[in-house]
């Protein structure tokens, strides 16, 4: 198993950016850092949070990110193959059309 603490630290270290300074940006304490630097099972939205502070992509480093990344390719993929009549606009664009007429309708019985 990866220690994401350790991957974490270097992409941290690496990236130029003072401990002081990201720390700041999390609100959170230089303690705070050390500890998720010496945890091997940090929580992944505290990785991906502190990746986007220091502009580092995760997903080569980590197993958990790359089998997500494989997944969210698939699924990005079959959103491409959607039907029209299964798209939200195409359901939203029927049912005024149908209010419409309702509408119509009302107004019709009530007019007699």
């Known amino acids: 198993m990866q220690h994401k603490g350790a991957i974490l630290e270097k992409a941290v270290r690496g990236s130029g950016m003072s401990?002081?300074?990201l720390t700041k940006k999390l609100n959170r304490s230089r303690r705070w850092i050390y500890d998720a630097f010496e945890n091997p099972n940090l929580s992944i939205d505290?990785?991906?949070e502190i990746g986007k502070i220091i502009h580092h992509d995760f997903t080569d480093d980590i197993d958990e990110l790359k089998k997500y990344?494989?997944?969210?390719?698939e699924?990005?993929?079959s959103f491409l193959d959607i039907k029209p009549?299964?798209?939200v606009v195409f359901w939203k664009e029927k049912y005024m059309g149908l209010l419409e007429k309702y509408n119509r309708l009302l107004e019709r019985v009530s007019g007699q």
Do not use: M, Q
């Open 69 to 73: 990344r494989s997944l969210s390719a």
């Open 75 to 77: 699924s990005s993929s």
């Open 46 to 48: 505290y990785v991906l």
């Open 85 to 87: 009549e299964e798209t």
């Open 19 to 21: 401990l002081a300074s």
